[in-house]
């Protein structure tokens, strides 16, 4: 079974700049998140799909942050513009999403962002 | 509000000794508790979770936890260490809407 596909793996931009990325969860898996690791940090939600509606984004930096879940599978996350606080690892997971607390998350790669 | 606290940034243990790393959580209601580990460049791996029932809860890799209510812990347990164990290691809870990560404790194994 194939796993949380995330692209790019890493991107460097300068601030004010924008970047987007891509995460394909695994088949089936109705529920979608969003995160923002930053060094020496746990994992922070930013946003949860549940299938292409949303479902938590309360800690989403919606002046700069924007995501989309189109048809329930594949999603965006896209920052513009991007600050020098950006830079984190911006990691995708998904769920079955038949349980609301006791799904467990798997996660994919990550994309690790750099804002110069 | 719910939490969970890793106390420890560092755990360090000699290959082939029992590895335990901490864990504590504060919730109002039913913990659901996970570990994950995370190795370099790589996202975080499903390691274990403590749903209901019984309190030592067996997962990947070897390792197991043990969900304790009265001291509010689900340390991480390995009863003999790898060096490829190395890795940081995150303690989350899921209660009401999120799951919240800890801080992650970076496990080093010695050969």
């Known amino acids: 079974e194939a796993g949380v596909a995330q692209s790019p793996r890493y991107k460097i931009i300068e601030k004010r700049q924008s970047v987007a990325f891509w995460c394909n969860p695994i088949?089936?898996?109705?529920?979608l998140y969003w995160y923002q690791q930053i060094l020496g940090q746990g994992p922070k939600l930013l946003i949860q799909?549940?299938?292409?509606?949303?479902?938590?984004d309360s800690q989403l930096p919606k002046d700069r942050f924007s995501a989309e879940r189109l048809k329930g599978v594949d999603s965006t996350l896209k920052i513009q513009p991007a600050k020098l606080e950006d830079s984190a690892v911006y990691l995708c997971?998904?769920?079955?999403?038949?349980?609301?607390?006791?799904?467990?998350?798997?996660f994919g790669p990550g994309t690790r962002l750099t804002v110069l | 509000a719910q939490s969970v606290a890793q106390p420890e940034d560092q755990v360090n243990v000699a290959e082939g000794n029992p590895l335990t790393v901490k864990c504590t959580y504060s919730?109002?209601?039913?913990?659901?508790l996970f570990w994950y580990v995370q190795y370099p460049n790589r996202g975080l791996q499903f390691l274990l979770k403590?749903?209901?029932?019984?309190?030592l809860v067996k997962g990947s890799y070897g390792f197991e936890a043990e969900f304790n209510k009265s001291q509010t812990s689900f340390h991480l347990k390995k009863p003999s260490a790898l060096v490829s164990d190395s890795a940081l290691y995150f303690c989350?809870?899921?209660?009401?809407?999120?799951?919240?990560f800890g801080t992650g404790t970076r496990l080093q194994v010695f050969p």
């Open positions: 088949s089936g898996h109705a529920t």
């Open positions: 989350a809870v899921h209660n009401t809407d999120k799951l919240i």
């Open positions: 799909f549940q299938n292409n509606g949303v479902v938590d």
């Open positions: 997971a998904s769920s079955l999403g038949t349980s609301e607390f006791t799904d467990t998350q798997y």
């Open positions: 403590y749903i209901t029932g019984d309190n």
């Open positions: 919730v109002s209601g039913n913990p659901y």
